[in-house]
């Protein structure tokens, strides 16, 4: 076994050999314990998207440190998902190394280690793996406990919004060799229902989003009840079509008070790119290709739960290389936000990183309202690079 190997080896077993709540806190004494540091902590990042919190072995109700993101060496290494190495600054003459802990491209936090003295390139290069190898180790452990969940709430969350965050996907943005994606959901006070999701399966990537009209806790219900019948037809493998109509079905059959869902749902063949998908009167989507945006104009079908004429129709589309398609729901076309102008903020966008990208949308939507959302506003990204076979 190679020194790399059997370091990262260690640091797992270390990780396995004690309780799920503690798995930052044991690589953070042993990295501190290998390389003679002063200090190491874990920064997860906060529900925001605008701070990163320090973790330490404070327990739930405790006071913890928040770091606003803006103009920090920790945006900088989130925005870049590149290491940072800096003495300027720091007490004592100090080296401060910040590493991303970030897993398919879903930024989980930094890692943050300092040395009395300049690092070697290889403690460079050992932080670096050290915070890879910690992104694996707390998403297996977060299954475990709530400390995870508990540090990124640095404000409260009611009982509508603990409900539509267990039914957004597990880790918001999924990097392959096909593809990115990532989304971001901004809620209101008053939970309103948007939700996102994605998943994969050998040879296919679905997306959906999804608007439940409506407020509070009733809206997240009913977006439990078309998220779970989605997942469901999906784990069965169920065609496009189907997943369309169970999701349909489920709202008659089971839902109160004729709740309609609005909502896009997408099967996209990896291998080559084409794309089944179906719109239920929800706001359209845009397309990014060769520079220029234009607007996807589809049959629109009623929103699920609707009285319908006919199944909603699966329809076709073709991703080329470099496309990027943008989902949103119609919180981020809010009135009150006409002052951003969305296409151009898309176009603006266009070098960022899809997990960048939407935050940078749904912040400009947040900012042109005041802070203040009527609706809630989410936004999905889908970077197509080809399949590299």
């Not at 590149?82 to 720091?90: A, D, H, K, N, Q």
Request: proline share 5%.
């Amino acid at each position: 076994m190679t020194e790399r190997s059997a370091g990262l080896a260690g640091l797992l077993a270390a990780a396995e050999g004690r309780m799920p709540v503690e798995s930052a806190e044991v690589i953070a004494f042993e990295l501190a314990r290998r390389l003679e540091a002063r200090c190491v902590s874990f920064l997860i990042t906060d529900f925001t998207g605008n701070a990163v919190v320090r973790l330490s072995n404070a327990d739930a109700g405790e006071e913890r440190e928040r770091i606003k993101l803006p103009g920090t060496v920790y945006g900088q290494v989130l925005r870049e998902q590149r290491v940072s190495v800096r003495r300027g600054g720091l007490p004592d003459g100090q080296f401060q190394i910040v590493a991303p802990v970030t897993n398919r491209g879903d930024a989980i936090g930094l890692l943050e280690v300092l040395l009395p003295h300049a690092p070697e390139p290889a403690t460079v290069q050992t932080i670096v793996e050290s915070a890879h190898a910690l992104a694996y180790i707390l998403i297996a452990n977060r299954r475990f406990t709530d400390l995870y969940q508990w540090g990124r709430r640095t404000l409260p969350m009611n009982l509508a919004a603990e409900i539509q965050n267990t039914l957004l996907p597990d880790s918001l943005t999924c990097e392959a060799p096909q593809f990115t994606v990532s989304g971001e959901l901004i809620p209101t006070e008053e939970i309103a229902g948007d939700t996102f999701d994605h998943s994969l399966d050998r040879r296919t990537l679905h997306v959906s989003i999804t608007d439940a009209m409506g407020h509070d806790v009733h809206a997240a219900l009913i977006a439990t009840l078309l998220v779970g019948a989605l997942r469901s037809a999906r784990r069965g493998g169920a065609d496009l079509a189907d997943q369309a109509h169970q999701a349909h079905q489920a709202l008659l059959d089971h839902g109160l008070h004729g709740p309609l869902v609005t909502g896009q749902l997408l099967r996209i063949d990896l291998q080559t790119g084409s794309v089944g998908f179906v719109n239920a009167g929800h706001p359209w989507p845009w397309l990014l290709r060769g520079g220029r945006l234009e607007r996807i104009v589809p049959e629109i079908d009623p929103p699920f739960g609707a009285p319908l004429s006919h199944p909603h129709r699966v329809q076709s589309l073709q991703l080329r290389s470099g496309d990027r398609l943008i989902l949103v729901t119609d919180g981020m076309l809010e009135r009150n936000a006409a002052a951003e102008d969305l296409p151009a903020l898309i176009e603006g966008t266009r070098d960022l990183h899809p997990r960048e990208a939407v935050h940078t949308l749904t912040q400009a939507v947040l900012c042109a309202q005041q802070g203040v959302l009527h609706d809630d506003a989410t936004v999905v990204c889908l970077d197509w690079q080809g399949s590299r076979d």
